[in-house]
């Protein structure tokens, strides 16, 4: 992966963990997710003009993405009513490079190396360690781990889907900006729907984090896709998931989330980790 690629998703990494503390800090955390989607929409929305159409090959996989952002955005507010940011986050995070990994191999036939492999494993060897001892339980409860792991399976679904669209568009931003805009619309649909319209009002007072938060995922996602058309999608994968690093230090700082010294160890062999996947 060359350097440029690499430090851009590590920036994507951070801006991705900075929304999702503000999903912890929602009261209602279905509420916050769908107002950063529609967030993310307004602004994607706004950048269309100056981007072109997606080909038609691309529309198929933004449609199939949508679908799988609604499903994205459930279990992970789902997760967060049953456990902290710093246990969720690294779980739903964790688990979905590995499936990544093996289904980009049977439908993108993305080759890794022997080194790239093992730099992978050990990325989520870490992710892993930091969950399991990482929250206020001692170890993964069960409700939390379902929905936990149902968020990974839909991350690796949108995440293989977008790096097919993305590459048979063409146009990483394209393709993303299109993808936001209707995920916005798509996400305000399923809440009218599932709370009704007078849901909209509770967003009203909100509009600014909502706003700032769909700016962030936006971008975190957009460099993302772009990357992924530049180097294999589970290398892309894996590595935007040190993400997991940074959601610990906001927990830390911003919703008082213990930091026990597992994390801290964590952190290392996620850092080995990385350090593997770079020099492969």
């Known amino acids: 992966m060359e350097t440029t690629v690499f430090l851009a998703v590590i920036a994507a990494a951070a801006l991705h963990a900075g929304w999702n503390a503000l999903l912890k800090i929602g009261l ?3 509420l916050t997710a769908t107002l950063i989607q529609i967030g993310a929409g307004l602004v994607a929305l706004c950048a269309l003009p100056f981007v072109a159409l997606p080909q038609a090959s691309a529309w198929p996989w933004i449609a199939l993405s949508a679908l799988l952002h609604i499903g994205y955005n459930f279990f992970l507010a789902r997760a967060y009513q049953y456990g902290d940011l710093g246990q969720v986050y690294p779980i739903a995070r964790g688990s979905s490079p590995l499936m990544v990994a093996l289904l980009s191999l049977l439908f993108l036939q993305d080759g890794l190396s022997t080194m790239q492999l093992l730099g992978l494993l050990v990325l989520v060897m870490g992710i892993w360690l930091m969950a399991l001892r990482g929250g206020q339980h001692k170890a993964p409860q069960g409700a939390m781990l379902f929905c936990a792991l149902m968020t990974a399976l839909f991350i690796a679904g949108y995440t293989l889907s977008d790096a097919m669209g993305a590459r048979n568009n063409g146009d990483a931003l394209s393709y993303s900006l299109w993808l936001f805009t209707v995920n916005g619309v798509v996400m305000a649909a399923v809440l009218a729907i599932s709370r009704g319209p007078r849901a909209f009002l509770q967003l009203g007072p909100h509009w600014r984090g909502g706003l700032a938060g769909g700016a962030m995922s936006m971008a975190a996602y957009t460099i993302v896709i772009w990357a992924m058309t ?9 590595l935007r ?6 959601a610990v230090l906001l927990g830390m700082v911003l919703l008082k989330e213990s930091l026990r010294p597992i994390r801290l160890l964590a952190c290392v062999v996620i850092a080995a980790g990385v350090v593997v996947m770079k020099l492969a």
């Open 28 to 30: 209602d955390r279905f």
């Open 230 to 238: 530049q180097a294999p999608v589970a290398l892309v994968s894996a």
């Open 241 to 246: 998931e040190t993400s997991v690093v940074f």
